[in-house]
């Protein structure tokens, strides 16, 4: 700015400078050019006097430089006769002259009895002022003289005018500066952050009470903008998803918690290239989709846990301006879809083997190929596998029931009748395999579902059971203290080795196939007292030591 305004001061400065002079100079030449005139029309009326009184002699006398006569060398005088012979010049012999009838001050004085003319030199820089008027004999006497042009004047005087040109721009140089710097000094010291405090100049008013209003539109915006920015945390912050925004070079413009622990990173990561928080290929490749086409997606494992990644493309006016990445712990889900795989295995091939029991044993009778005292055999073996098929039903519609989390009706229970219940129904099979079963404890009262309860009792005691030893035993325990009621069945059996216990709840899992599957199990028993003791929000605690027996202990809320 000042050296804008220093510019234009300098240029106006310069401007009236060239204008004043070329004003002084023109009036300057007017005025003596006017003088000039008039002394020219002096000296031609004096000298047509001095013509008609004295003929040629005067002429004569006056070419002669007579000291008498006041005539400067300067001035020429030609007197010509009426058919433009040169009768006499004072410069110039008359022989030497020619014929003046068509000079134009000739011509007019001779018809006007008075003229003027002017003729410029071929350079231009000198021109000839021509004065003319008739006798009284009708000859015409010419008087002349030379005069510089204006352009010879101006080249003339071009050395001073440009010695008066260099100073005048080296001053207004100097001051133009000064003023410059005077003008913008106060502007330079314009306290914006109080436009209205200021009082710089008048003209200013205007704008610092603009620059007033819009601070303030400015501060509005800018609050309105934070809170919802804060907003935006506070929702982002509190969200089991992780969020991450990217910009259209896919840096970070947002993280929020979740998906900083997701990526292992924090909030330094802002503003840098998501490279830097995640650089595997699959990763680049869904945010390349997701820019290209709208959408990407990718699963990965990241701190042990699955999480599912949905990109998606933000658009503004119909341009892509970034990303938005969304991280869904779905760990849960893929195990449970994973089990539900494996289970679908399961299912298949532990129905397929009784029904194919069933069915060789079917056709060998149908064919007629069994012996008479092979029958009861045969149809015990039908019977067998399709019993092992009606358990295997009846615990897989438990476990579903189980699985659909069904709210089914609760009702107050007393566990040590229920353990009783189920001792009583296994004392057949305990007896078979010379295992004691015994209840002892305290009627404890708990709210639950009696059928689901008395399964997981009935399992607990069946497992004892199955899997003990000849004259070992089966003990059952029920207590109430403050923790809730406690059920332990301590059995004296084979145990279960420690690699397997904590895989023993599984669906289909036995340590023991062979063993399982000849006393009848379907290897989905404890699985459902897992179901069943997590459908009443209880615990469930196992202990065991190979050949030496197995505790199950399971804690139950009390009523
Ligand atoms: P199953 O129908 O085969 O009994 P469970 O789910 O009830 O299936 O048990 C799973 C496996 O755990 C059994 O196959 C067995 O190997 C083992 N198991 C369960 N209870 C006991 C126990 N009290 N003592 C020893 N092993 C046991």
């Avoid at 779905?330 to 091939?349: G, L």
Wanted: a negative charge; charged letters at 25%; aromatic letters at 6%.
């Amino acid at each position: 700015m000042t050296r804008k305004i220093f510019r234009s001061t300098l240029m106006v400065a310069a401007a009236v400078l060239a204008a004043s002079l070329v004003i002084v100079l023109g009036c300057l030449y007017d005025y003596f050019g006017a003088v000039q005139e008039n002394q020219l029309k002096d000296k031609l009326r004096l000298a047509a006097c001095g013509v008609e009184e004295s003929g040629q002699d005067y002429l004569k006398r006056l070419s002669s430089r007579d000291s008498r006569y006041d005539w400067s060398p300067d001035y020429r005088l030609t007197w010509v006769s009426t058919d433009g012979t040169v009768l006499f010049d004072t410069h110039v012999p008359v022989e030497e002259m020619e014929n003046h009838a068509g000079r134009i001050e000739i011509k007019e004085a001779l018809l006007n009895g008075e003229s003027s003319s002017v003729r410029y030199s071929d350079t231009l820089t000198q021109r000839t002022l021509y004065y003319a008027c008739a006798l009284d004999d009708g000859t015409v006497l010419r008087v002349s003289a030379s005069q510089a042009t204006e352009l010879a004047l101006v080249l003339g005087m071009l050395q001073p005018i440009l010695i008066i040109g260099i100073l005048a721009v080296i001053l207004s140089s100097i001051l133009a500066g000064r003023m410059a710097k005077r003008i913008v000094r106060p502007l330079n010291s314009l306290d914006l952050d109080h436009p209205l405090e200021n009082d710089a100049y008048e003209e200013l008013t205007p704008l610092l009470r603009r620059i007033h209003q819009q601070r303030g539109q400015i501060s509005a915006q800018l609050r309105e903008l934070r809170a919802k920015t804060d907003e935006f945390d506070q929702i982002t912050g509190h969200m089991g998803e992780g969020l991450v925004v990217l910009d259209r070079e896919g840096c970070v413009l947002s993280i929020n918690p979740a998906a900083q622990a997701v990526f292992g990173v924090d909030r330094s990561c802002i503003r840098q290239s998501f490279l830097t928080v995640d650089r595997t290929p699959e990763m680049s490749q869904a945010v390349r989709a997701a820019l290209d086409e709208g959408h990407g997606s990718m699963r990965s494992q990241r701190n042990g846990r699955e999480y599912q990644f949905d990109l998606s493309r933000i658009e503004w006016s119909g341009a892509a301006v970034g990303v938005v990445l969304l991280a869904f712990d779905v760990t849960e889900q893929a195990d449970a879809e994973r089990s539900r795989r494996e289970f679908t295995a399961n299912v298949s091939h532990e129905l397929k083997t009784p029904l194919q029991s069933i069915l060789g044993s079917a056709e060998l009778l149908k064919n007629g190929l069994v012996k008479q005292e092979d029958i009861p055999h045969f149809s015990g073996l039908i019977y067998r596998s399709a019993s092992r098929l009606i358990t295997l039903v009846d615990d897989i519609i438990h476990l579903s029931q189980l699985d659909e989390g069904a709210a089914l009706a609760r009702e107050s229970v007393d566990l040590l009748e229920l353990a009783e219940d189920a001792a009583e129904a296994l004392r057949g099979s305990a007896e078979k395999k010379r295992v004691r079963i015994s209840v002892t404890g305290e009627p404890v009262q708990i709210s639950g579902v009696r059928t689901f309860l008395y399964e997981m009792v009935y399992n607990l005691c069946d497992n004892a059971v199955k899997y003990n030893v000849e004259n070992g035993s089966a003990e059952v325990s029920v207590s109430g203290s403050g923790q809730g009621a406690v059920l332990t069945v301590r059995d004296t059996g084979i145990g279960i080795p420690p690699e397997y216990q904590s895989r023993i709840f599984e669906r289909f899992f036995r340590v023991d196939k062979s063993r399982s599957k000849a006393s009848g199990g379907t290897g989905l028993g404890l699985s459902i007292v897992k179901h069943i003791v997590q459908y009443h929000h209880g615990t469930i605690d196992l202990q065991s030591e190979v050949e030496k027996g197995t505790v199950i202990s399971v804690t139950l809320p009390q009523a």
